[in-house]
């Protein structure tokens, strides 16, 4: 049973930090891509970043060049690092095995203006 837990969210001021960590279980973490999405009141899921196998990233152009995304094999564990926060990324960041329906329970990042 897949089981991926997001922690490190908060409340932070704009032009701030905060690091994502998902902790995932129930699968060979090392073999998967996996993948962050959020999702603000009101407004569909987005798709962040994404990382493959062997820790290629790719981003939405809304993160690019301030989120970084990375990975632990050994932990099994993926992390984004997100620098230069604005208001706009506030929402409920979600972490995900791509190509499947595991998910995690989400961690709200508030970012005040």
């Known amino acids: 049973q897949v089981q991926l837990v997001e922690s490190g969210g908060g409340l932070v001021q704009a032009g701030g930090s905060l690091r994502l960590s998902c902790a995932a279980s129930?699968?060979?973490?090392?073999?998967?891509?996996m993948g962050w999405c959020r999702q603000a009141p009101g407004k569909q899921r987005e798709r962040v970043a994404t990382i493959t196998s062997t820790g290629s990233p790719n981003y939405a152009d809304s993160v690019k060049g301030r989120f970084t995304i990375s990975r632990d094999n050994a932990k099994n564990t993926m992390y984004l690092q997100m620098n230069s926060l604005k208001s706009e990324d506030t929402a409920v960041y979600y972490c995900?095995?791509?190509?499947?329906?595991?998910w995690g329970q989400g961690t709200q990042v508030t970012v005040s203006s």
């Open positions: 995900n095995v791509l190509g499947t329906s595991s």
């Open positions: 129930g699968i060979t973490f090392r073999l998967r891509a």
